[in-house]
């Protein structure tokens, strides 16, 4: 009885861990490169079955086709909530009223237990107000003031996936252009290359979990 009981227990804490890591997960950094620019152009997080499309703004949008009921808040549930999606499928969603922060009201605040924050004015500048800062576990950080002045408000990091960009530290050729998404590294042409190229992707190499490349003439 007693290692059936150790089996069982076993199996909870296995399922309950396997839940828990399904519970948000980063699906897609789509990253757009053409010849002379390369941009994330948003990111997709599953949370349970609903899948968060993120912007380069940092604002959240619902992407999911999902089965299941679907329903709205009302007028009785506040302000801040009428009319916006209620329930998904088996997910519940809800919204920040305005008591805290005015300016999040009626954004994203969770999804089941999945808490959902903004970068507010005591933590960011103000290029950065309003952009998500936490989808649950998954932490998004941008450029501030105190990194340098030529990338302010750019993205910085999802969860361990580190974000930069060429600055002025590397010449004046390239300075905003993106320099590498985690093991990604981009290179550009500068003047030392010839100057009829300049600014003209050089190189992409390395792999980078999650980071979907879509090549294009002009974006």
């Not at 699906?27 to 380069?56: E, P």
């Not at 808040?73 to 801040?80: A, I, L, P, V």
């Not at 088996?90 to 920040?96: E, G, H, I, R, S």
């Not at 941008?142 to 750019?154: I, P, S």
Request: include cysteine; charged fraction near 25%.
């Amino acid at each position: 009885m007693k290692t059936l009981s150790k089996y069982i227990l076993l199996s909870v804490i296995l399922l309950a861990l396997n839940f828990s890591a399904r519970a948000q997960t980063l699906y897609n950094i789509n990253l757009h490169v053409s010849d002379y620019k390369a941009a994330i152009r948003s990111i997709d997080m599953m949370c349970d079955s609903i899948l968060l499309h993120i912007d380069t703004n940092g604002r959240i949008n619902l992407r999911s086709v999902t089965h299941g009921n679907i329903e709205y808040y009302t007028n009785f549930d506040g302000e801040y909530r009428q009319g916006k999606l209620k329930i998904l499928g088996n997910d519940t969603l809800d919204y920040y009223d305005n008591f805290g922060n005015d300016k999040n009201t009626g954004k994203l605040k969770s999804i089941n237990n999945i808490a959902i924050t903004y970068c507010d004015q005591f933590s960011s500048s103000d290029k950065n107000i309003g952009k998500v800062k936490s989808i649950g576990s998954i932490n998004f950080t941008y450029n501030e003031t105190y990194n340098g002045f030529d990338n302010v408000g750019k993205l910085s990091g999802i969860g361990d996936i580190k974000i930069a960009y060429y600055d002025r530290f590397d010449g004046g050729d390239n300075i905003g252009k993106l320099k590498s998404i985690g093991n990604t590294k981009l290179a550009w042409t500068d003047r030392f290359d010839g100057r009829q190229n300049i600014g003209k992707l050089k190189s992409l190499k390395g792999d980078t979990p999650y980071l979907n490349i879509v090549t294009t003439e002009r974006f």
